[in-house]
């Protein structure tokens, strides 16, 4: 069975930084895992990805630049590196796996069957 745990998340002023982690298990063939936020009263956005197979990567304009995904395949753990952060980077961030080992934008996030259970993330002086 799939399973991911997200840590890493806590108060951040805004310019400063914080790493998030995903450690996942259950895998049996090609994966990728994607990194969702929801603010609140906005939807879930789709914002980072990394698949497994060749190490493709995947960043929504309203992170590029700033956050950083990798993947330590020893460790069986994704990170989410973020700098720069802004207050309206604020929102529970959600850790994703999917067998389809492609990051693709358009997928919503309804087809996504593993979910983390979250992590809080507030930007805020």
């Known amino acids: 069975q799939v399973r991911l745990k997200e840590s890493g998340g806590g108060l951040a002023q805004p310019g400063g930084s914080l790493r998030l982690s995903c450690a996942y298990s259950g895998f049996t063939s090609r994966f990728a895992i994607h990194w969702f936020r929801q603010a609140p009263g906005k939807e879930r956005e789709g914002i980072s990805c990394?698949?497994?197979?060749?190490?493709?990567?995947y960043y929504a304009d309203s992170v590029k630049g700033r956050f950083t995904i990798s993947r330590d395949s020893a460790k069986d753990t994704v990170y989410l590196q973020m700098n720069g952060l802004k207050p309206e980077d604020t929102a529970v961030y959600y850790c994703v796996g999917d067998y389809l080992p492609i990051c693709d934008p358009d997928r919503s996030p309804v087809v996504y069957d593993y979910w983390g259970q979250g992590t809080q993330v507030t930007v805020s002086s």
């Open positions: 990394i698949s497994s197979t060749i190490g493709a990567t």
